[in-house]
């Protein structure tokens, strides 16, 4: 937890935008996931060059608590200037531990935070970087938000599902809806949408002051339909989707390394 909020919240620097992208060196489902190959590069290097192709984006910074992803990113262009630790890097460990990792070493070692936090997950890594820069460049422009979230149209609407009573009974999963009504036509419901890891922006001061990252006013920005990679079934889908239709970070990265 952030302490002395009122001297970091003096240090903050409304013109920078730094990309931070997580990385930690274990993963159940795919073991190594963040450095998977695909197609000649490890996973991790396609949101590193997202990050260095934005026209937004001054510093791409690496939190990992893994001394080969710190090489792998240096390697690639991220600047890696510290080292997670393990008690924020677990499976348990949730965003809000490195986020304020990230910004309470900005602010002992450089004495200035960057205001905006461009959260980039390994896990997506097949983004435009147009459409990046279009979510910061929204999320600047909406002064009142306290943070911006990816989301893309859900293609079924959860209004129409089910839970299962102890009894067996369906019963509708919206309290306001019985089950006949919840089993009419989707257009009679509105649109849902669904978190992805397309491209998230945090606001330093946000967090610094309530340690929290998104509150009640999180800006809505509405993203493709993205792949992200859990399982090695996704990352055999990602090959193929570069191979289908390419990717400009693919040959970002064919052409730099």
């Excluded at 931070?20 to 993963?27: E, N, Q, T, V, W």
């Excluded at 209004?159 to 299962?164: C, H, R, T």
């Excluded at 669904?194 to 929290?212: E, R």
Aim: charged share 30%; glycine share 4%.
């Amino acid at each position: 937890m952030i302490e002395r909020r009122q001297e970091y919240l003096t240090k903050i620097d409304e013109k920078q935008v730094l990309a931070l992208i997580p990385a930690r060196g274990g993963s159940k489902g795919v073991p190594k996931k963040n450095i998977q190959m695909v197609k000649g590069y490890p996973l991790i290097a396609y949101s590193i060059a997202a990050g260095r192709l934005s026209k937004w984006i001054h510093r791409v910074v690496v939190s990992t608590d893994s001394e080969e992803i710190a090489q792998i990113a240096l390697h690639f262009g991220a600047e890696v200037p510290f080292l997670r630790p393990k008690e924020f890097a677990s499976d348990l460990s949730g965003d809000i531990e490195f986020v304020e990792h990230a910004i309470q070493y900005l602010y002992e070692k450089e004495r200035s935070i960057p205001e905006y936090l461009v959260h980039l997950r390994v896990t997506t890594p097949l983004r435009e970087v147009e459409i990046v820069d279009r979510a910061i460049a929204y999320c600047r422009e909406r002064q009142e938000c306290c943070s911006l979230r990816s989301g893309h149209k859900a293609s079924e609407s959860p209004y129409k599902w089910f839970l299962k009573s102890s009894e067996g009974f369906y019963r509708s999963m919206h309290k306001d809806l019985d089950n006949d009504t919840a089993n009419t036509a989707r257009q009679n419901f509105p649109d849902v949408y669904i978190p992805d890891g397309y491209v998230d922006v945090i606001k330093s001061s946000y967090v610094i002051q309530n340690q929290k990252l998104h509150g009640d006013k999180m800006l809505a920005f509405v993203s493709p339909d993205c792949t992200e990679v859990d399982t090695v079934e996704d990352l055999d889908y990602i090959r193929y989707q570069i191979e289908k239709s390419g990717s400009k970070l693919y040959e970002y990265l064919r052409q730099n390394f």
